[in-house]
């Protein structure tokens, strides 16, 4: 447990929240800012920041949660999809340093929508397969 954390302080009963499923190892709880009504946290008990360091054993069960939650959150409110996001550090957009999974739900016409049709707008450029190799060549080797 980390006491500077908010998630950890979930997770030990010191500060509130709407949870929807918990076990042994895995908290799910209501976003207090959601993207879309439904919008779920799901999160290690343990205090992990990043996938990075969080046990691979954890990990899979931890998902197998993620599962279960996008399927009730989805027949909840009745969505037409659900957004899995999961972001590590903060220049990818990670605001609270307790590895956590959103399951969000998505309706068509929605802000999110809205955000990733001008995002794509940008025009993501094709890549060139001789640069695409030399990196998958680079991960392999870390691996």
């Given amino acids: 447990m980390n006491e500077n954390c908010r998630f950890c302080m979930i997770v030990s009963k010191k500060a509130k929240a709407s949870i929807v499923h918990e076990d042994d190892n895995v908290l799910a ?71 956590h999974v959103h399951v969000i739900p998505r309706f068509r016409g929605d802000a999110i929508s809205k955000f990733i049709g001008a995002m794509l707008g940008l025009g993501f450029k094709k890549a060139e397969r001789q640069k695409l190799d030399e990196i998958a060549k680079e991960i392999k080797q870390n691996l």
Avoid: C, W
């Fill in 29 to 99: 709880f209501m976003d207090l800012h959601p993207a879309n009504v439904g919008h779920t946290l799901v999160i290690p008990r343990e205090h992990h920041e990043t996938i990075y360091d969080i046990p691979e054993k954890l990990l899979a069960n931890l998902f197998s949660v993620v599962k279960r939650v996008s399927v009730a959150v989805k027949k909840s409110v009745d969505a037409k999809g659900i957004s899995i996001l999961q972001s590590n550090e903060r220049d990818a957009g990670q605001s609270v340093r307790h590895f």
